[in-house]
C-alpha cells in the first residue's frame, strides 16, 4: 500500500516520498489523513536547519526530518487495548507528521463531531498553544491583551482572547491585511508597529499600559516593544520565542521595576496528564479546543488561506523557505485519491 511522506531531505527541500505503512503496537492507532495543517514557524525552522529547534540545546542538524504535527482523519486500524476510538471514526490529530497514513499513540487522537470539518480539525493541535499561553497569563474577564504577530497562532489568540474575556483586545502586525482579519474574528483595535506613537497609541487604549501580552512574532524587537506597552504587573507569554539570543533587553527598567512576569510558552512545557489552574495538560487543551469549534465559539474556516495537494509540497516549501508573510496553508491528502 502506498504510503506518502513529506520529508525535509535536506536543508530547504522537501520531497514527497513512498513509505511502508507502519505497523502498530498495543495501544497505538493507524489513521488515514484527510488534512495536514503546515506550521510555518516551526517548519522553517525545521527546513532550513535552524539549529534552535528543540528545547534540550542539542544544537544538532540531521537530515532528513519530518514535520507536521497539526493534522485530521480517519481511523483506519487499531491496535490491542485501545479503547477511545474504533476504525471509521473521523477523529483531529496531535504529534502527526505530513504523511498519508500516521501512526499515533492512543492519546494523541480525539474522536470529533460530525458536525466538524477535517479542515478545521486540523488546526485543533496548532491552537492548543495560544490556549496554553492565555491560560498561563491567568487572564482575568476585563483585563486589556496584546498580540503581537497575526500569523495562525495570533490570529487564534485573538479568538481565545474574546472567548475568555478579554476587553480591549488589541492585534498588531505591519500587514493590513492580517490586521483587517483580526478586526473581524474580535480584536476591538488593529496596529501597525511601526507607526508613529505605537506605544503611546496602546496607553491612551488601555489606559495604563496592557495586563496581558501574547508575543507570536519570534522576534527580539517585538519583545522589547510589548515590554514598552506593559501595565506595572503585567504578563507577557513567549508564544513564539525567537530562536535567536542575539538581542538585548533593558530588564532593569522594563522587567525587574514594573513587576512584568515573562513566560515560557512553549507547548511541551505543560502537565503530562493532570491539568490544574493555568497550566492545563495537552489531551484536556484539545477537548476544549473541539467543544470550541462545535459550538461556533472560534471559527478556523477563516484562517485557512492556501490548500495543496502535497504531491506540491516541493514548490510549497521552497516557497516557506524565503517568504516572511507565509499564509496559513494546509495539504489535503484527499487529493491524492483524485490524482491516481
Not at 490491542?80 to 504523511?99: E, I, L, M, N
Amino acid at each position: 500500500m502506498s504510503n506518502r511522506n513529506i520529508i525535509f531531505t535536506s536543508p530547504c527541500v522537501a520531497e514527497l516520498i513512498d513509505k511502508a505503512v507502519p505497523t502498530l503496537k498495543e495501544r497505538e492507532v493507524l489513521v488515514k489523513l484527510a488534512v495536514s495543517t503546515i506550521s510555518s514557524g516551526t517548519e522553517r525552522a525545521n527546513l532550513i536547519g535552524d539549529p534552535n529547534t528543540s528545547v534540550n540545546r542539542s544544537g544538532k542538524v540531521v537530515f532528513p526530518r519530518q514535520c507536521g504535527y497539526s493534522s485530521s482523519g480517519t481511523v483506519v486500524a487499531v491496535g490491542d487495548k485501545v479503547t477511545s476510538v474504533s476504525v471509521g471514526d473521523r477523529v483531529s490529530c496531535s504529534w502527526s507528521k505530513h504523511a498519508e497514513y500516521c501512526k499515533l499513540s492512543e492519546d494523541k487522537v480525539y474522536k470529533m463531531s460530525d458536525d466538524i470539518g477535517f479542515d478545521e480539525a486540523a488546526i485543533t493541535h496548532i491552537a492548543t498553544f495560544p490556549l496554553a499561553a492565555i491560560r498561563k497569563c491567568r487572564l482575568e474577564i476585563g483585563e486589556s491583551a496584546i498580540v503581537f504577530g497575526l500569523g495562525v497562532l495570533g490570529l487564534i489568540g485573538v479568538q481565545l482572547l474574546k472567548c475568555a474575556g478579554a476587553v480591549p483586545i488589541i492585534a498588531v502586525d505591519p500587514v493590513a491585511e492580517r490586521r483587517q482579519k483580526a478586526l473581524k474574528l474580535g480584536a476591538d483595535f488593529a496596529l501597525d508597529p511601526f507607526e508613529d506613537g505605537f506605544v503611546e497609541r496602546v496607553r491612551q487604549i488601555t489606559g495604563k499600559g496592557v495586563n496581558v501580552a501574547i508575543e507570536v512574532t519570534g522576534n527580539g524587537k517585538g519583545l522589547d516593544m510589548a515590554l514598552d506597552c506593559m501595565a506595572r504587573f503585567g504578563r507577557i507569554a513567549l508564544l513564539g520565542c525567537t530562536r535567536s539570543s542575539d538581542f538585548s533587553i533593558d530588564y532593569y527598567h522594563k522587567v525587574h521595576g514594573p513587576g512584568i512576569t515573562l513566560i515560557g510558552a512553549h507547548t511541551m512545557a505543560r502537565p503530562k496528564n493532570e491539568s490544574f489552574e493555568g497550566w492545563w495538560c495537552e489531551a484536556d487543551d484539545e477537548r476544549t479546543i473541539l467543544k470550541l469549534i462545535e459550538s461556533g465559539r472560534i471559527d478556523f474556516m477563516s484562517l485557512i488561506e492556501e490548500t495543496y495537494s502535497p504531491e506540491d509540497a516541493p514548490a510549497v516549501y521552497e516557497r516557506l523557505a524565503n517568504d516572511s508573510h507565509f499564509p496559513t496553508v494546509q495539504f489535503d491528502w484527499r487529493r491524492l485519491e483524485c490524482e491516481k
